[in-house]
């Protein structure tokens, strides 16, 4: 595991926007797996200004994201289809239908689940996966107590998940839904490289834990340490509570 500490937001997001971009000149066709949440949103602005500065193509690039919540639309402005196109794919030149999701509103989610591991198999697997962190551990919307095995799978979400997405729900957490599609830890873990973004003094806690604690499924992100190689990207305040800081 390698840690990065970095001075703030900005420096976390322009130092994994830089390993990410080396990925896509090293390999134009690369299978990136992406994430949503707040914390990449950074990173995304800086390879928008990098692609419009002529530095870096997406054209080749595959994205697979890590999860989507089940039963919202596409169109709806919470799906993360929704999120990943606002924030990130309509601005770059990304060929669309190389953009990968679950599908929320599949109607055999068994068989959605099967297509989704079954497209990444297809694509050779993740060359890069970019990751955030949950303030229970979870990556993805896998929550504390999964089963690393598991493959793409419906899970219900944790209450302080949905504590900590209603802000995007109008504040109200029976808008939220109860269960999301998400990307099993065993892919993540067959990722060829792993990045893990975090910032702010609410996540040092979980970074400690995850990261200097032991492995267990009760903090789906401690697995990470097992990984070959995984890149943990936080700023001074996330880390402040670890040993490690260079
Ligand atoms: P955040 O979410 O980036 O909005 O903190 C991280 C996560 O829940 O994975």
């Known amino acids: 595991m390698k840690v990065i500490c970095t001075k703030d937001y900005q420096d976390m997001s322009r130092k994994a926007a830089n390993i990410i971009s080396a990925q896509v000149i090293m390999k134009p066709n690369a299978v990136l797996g992406l994430a949503t949440g707040s914390t990449p949103l950074g990173i995304y602005d800086q390879l928008i200004d990098w692609y419009h500065k002529d530095d870096i193509s997406f054209r080749y690039v595959t994205t697979v994201n890590l999860d989507e919540y089940r039963g919202l639309a596409r169109t709806h402005e919470q799906s993360y289809w929704y999120f990943m196109h606002a924030h990130f794919f309509n601005h770059i030149d990304i060929d669309p239908s190389h953009v990968y999701l679950p599908n929320g509103n599949a109607r055999d989610p068994e068989k959605e689940c099967l297509a989704y591991d079954e497209i990444v198999r297809s694509l050779g697997g993740i060359d890069l996966q970019l990751l955030g962190i949950g303030l229970d551990g979870h990556i993805g919307f896998n929550e504390p107590g999964v089963a690393f095995e598991l493959g793409t799978h419906l899970v219900d979400l944790d209450q302080s998940t949905i504590e900590a997405n209603k802000r995007f729900?109008?504040?109200?957490?029976?808008?939220?839904?109860?269960?999301?599609?998400?990307?099993?830890?065993?892919?993540?873990?067959?990722?060829?490289?792993?990045?893990?973004?975090?910032?702010?003094?609410?996540?040092?806690?979980?970074?400690?834990?995850?990261?200097?604690?032991?492995?267990?499924?009760?903090?789906?992100?401690?697995?990470?340490?097992?990984?070959?190689?995984?890149?943990l990207i936080a700023d001074k305040e996330a880390l402040s509570l670890c040993p490690q800081c260079l």
């Open 169 to 231: 729900f109008n504040d109200d957490a029976s808008l939220v839904p109860k269960q999301a599609f998400t990307m099993g830890i065993r892919m993540i873990m067959q990722a060829r490289k792993v990045v893990l973004v975090a910032n702010g003094k609410a996540k040092a806690e979980i970074l400690r834990k995850a990261f200097w604690g032991p492995v267990t499924p009760e903090v789906p992100a401690s697995i990470l340490q097992m990984h070959p190689d995984f890149t």
